[in-house]
T-cell receptor, first 109, second 113 residues
Framework: GIQVEQSPPDLILQEGANSTLRCNFS?????LQWFHQNPWGQLINLFY???GTKQNGRLSATTVATERYSLLYISSSQTTDSGVYFC???????????FGTGTRLTVIP | KAGVTQTPRYLIKTRGQQVTLSCSPI?????VSWYQQTPGQGLQFLFE???????NKGNFPGRFSGRQFSNSRSEMNVSTLELGDSALYLC????????????FGNGTRLTVT
């Protein structure tokens, strides 16, 4: 089956710092999505990004589908950014997502 | 617009019992999918429904089943509960049949004792 690897597994940042999270996948995919799981367990969709670059406030994401990776950039981090960031890929485009193991981000004041 | 609503938020059941979880998608969304999250296995796909039809099923035993109603609301059922079924069960809805963002509910945390 497809492998979805995220790095780093854990990240601790000082408030205001920038970070880059990486997602590598082992096969061609139909689309890729980034999620943030907050400490209460809710998964928030950050980006739907099968290819190219998107920006939303302090967050941006880039997917290079031909090279099978995606990057999530967080700038000027805030304590509310803490949580686990997941990338998930859809092989068939039928809303069947394979999730990576996540990057646990802790932002300290 | 209301988000994806899952009920109940918490459940405690005993081994051997069965349980039904409910999910109401975002208004207008016709695809509903279910995921199980555990510390050991992470987030795993259970099944997906579109227009009342199950289109995909993950690698879970037949004790896990689901259905979708004509108003797109969905239920999942787990029969003969095992300790290993303790998990956070997440439901997601999506506007289209595919290639559209998934939006998740707050989840149902099931504990099997």
């Amino acid at each position: 089956g497809i492998q979805v690897e995220q790095s780093p597994p854990d990240l601790i940042l000082q408030e205001g710092a920038n970070s880059t999270l990486r997602c590598n996948f082992s096969d061609s995919v139909n689309n890729l999505q980034w999620f943030h799981q907050n400490p209460w367990g809710q998964l928030i969709n950050l980006f739907y990004i099968p290819s190219g670059t998107k920006q939303n406030g302090r967050l941006s994401a880039t997917t290079v589908a031909t090279e099978r990776y995606s990057l999530l950039y967080i700038s000027s981090s805030q304590t509310t950014d803490s949580g686990v960031y997941f990338c998930a890929v859809d092989l068939t485009g039928a809303n069947n997502l394979f999730f990576g193991t996540g990057t646990r981000l802790t932002v300290i004041p | 617009k209301a988000g994806v609503t899952q009920t109940p938020r918490y459940l405690i059941k005993t081994r051997g019992q069965q349980v039904t979880l409910s999910c109401s998608p975002i208004s207008g969304h016709r695809s509903v999918s279910w995921y199980q999250q555990t510390p050991g296995q992470g987030l795993q796909f259970l099944f997906e429904y579109f227009s009342e039809t199950q289109r995909n099923k993950g690698n879970f035993p037949g004790r896990f089943s689901g259905r979708q109603f004509s108003n797109s609301r969905s239920e999942m059922n787990v029969s003969t509960l095992e300790l290993g079924d303790s998990a956070l069960y997440l439901c997601a809805s999506s506007l289209g049949a595919g290639n559209t963002p998934l939006h998740f509910g707050n989840g149902t945390r099931l504990t099997v004792t």
